[in-house]
């Protein structure tokens, strides 16, 4: 999900016979868009059951910007950052 690449060590391939493959989310999501809302909502019911968690911090858009950003950009973030809008300010029907 960083987008990083990750680094293992080549005595791992050798010595301890490790395989790696990748997996992309977003293209398993374009090829099976039929599956997509059941997923979600197995997921949903996974958190609601509190037997699968996501770490975030919630910043206020208008007050705590400048602090989120400053968060997004530490090494090391074991976080998401979820920007939360309170006053949408006017609205029209």
Not at 1 to 21: C, D, E, N, Q, Y
Not at 30 to 48: G, H, I, Q
């Amino acid at each position: 999900m960083s987008g990083r690449a990750i680094t293992v060590p080549w005595t791992s391939f050798v010595a301890k016979g490790l395989v790696v493959k990748g997996f992309s989310l977003r293209q398993w999501m374009s090829a099976n868009k039929k599956k997509v809302p059941k997923m979600m909502e197995t997921l949903a019911k996974l958190v609601n059951a509190d037997k699968l968690r996501v770490e975030f911090t919630e910043y206020e858009l208008s007050a705590e910007f400048p602090e989120a950003l400053e968060h997004s950009l530490e090494p090391g973030r074991g976080t998401k950052i979820l920007l939360k809008v309170n006053d949408v300010g006017q609205t029209y029907e």
